[in-house]
């Protein structure tokens, strides 16, 4: 069975930095561009960035390209999206899912507030 | 940004009747490769987004095929034919053929 585990959401205070994880299992991993998305409260979805499968490549979205990093470690089957300068607008929920997009995390919370 | 419009914002229906959902893009989504790269999500309530519909039309794996897409170059349908409890949450449309990726504002579907 394909999942998806996100992990490090908290509460942040603006400028602040923090790093979410997706632990994957059930696929091969290594084989997959992932994605992550974001879901702010009563919103729609936003899409974040990519990954290629070596981790040698990433595409971002331009609200949050120089603020934001994703990167991966194969060996651990592990997605992460570092989070830096945090503003109240990156208030959300954060997806990582594949990126043909037919698995999803089950999203991990993240507050910027003061 | 490829902007996409869905329509309607709210639909209400009964159960088993069959409701069509909007997704209308400002530029064509058809690639340079010849793949339309358009997709369809329905998220319930509490729960991540699921894939129902990718490249238009094809249908996600262990989707029902009450579930069907349609449409081409700017203008895109999602059909449900006959609604069940189980589809009710809301609807997303999301192109993957510009950069950014977009998605539209979403449909909730309801019960009347």
């Known amino acids: 069975e394909v999942q998806l585990v996100e992990s490090g959401g908290s509460l942040v205070q603006p400028g602040g930095s923090l790093k979410l994880s997706c632990v994957a299992s059930?696929?091969?991993?290594?084989?997959?561009?992932m994605d992550w998305v974001r879901q702010t409260p009563g919103k729609s979805l936003e899409w974040i960035g990519e990954?290629?499968?070596?981790?040698?490549?990433?595409n971002y979205a331009p609200s949050i390209k120089d603020r934001f990093t994703i990167s991966r470690d194969n060996a651990k089957s592990t997605l992460y999206l570092q989070m830096s300068n945090v503003k109240s607008d990156d208030t959300a929920i954060y997806y990582c899912?594949?990126?043909?997009?037919?698995?999803w995390g089950q999203g991990v919370m993240v507050t910027v507030s003061s | 940004d490829v902007v996409l419009t869905q329509t309607p914002s709210i639909l209400s229906a009964t159960i088993g009747q069959s409701v069509s959902i909007s997704c209308r893009s400002s530029?064509?989504?058809?690639?340079?490769?010849?793949?339309?790269?358009l997709y369809w999500f329905l998220q319930r309530p509490g729960q991540s987004p699921q894939r129902l519909i990718y490249?238009?039309?094809n249908l996600g794996s262990g989707v029902p095929n009450r579930f069907s897409g349609s449409g081409s170059g700017t203008d895109f349908t999602l059909k449900i034919s006959g609604v069940e409890a189980e589809d009710l949450g809301v609807y997303y449309c999301?192109?993957?053929?510009?950069?950014?990726?977009?998605f539209g504002g979403g449909t909730k579907l309801e019960l009347k």
């Open positions: 899912t594949t990126t043909y997009f037919d698995y």
């Open positions: 059930g696929f091969t991993f290594s084989n997959y561009w």
């Open positions: 990954i290629n499968t070596d981790g040698s490549k990433t």
């Open positions: 530029q064509s989504l058809l690639d340079s490769d010849g793949n339309t790269y």
């Open positions: 490249l238009v039309s």
């Open positions: 999301m192109q993957a053929t510009h950069a950014p990726r977009t």
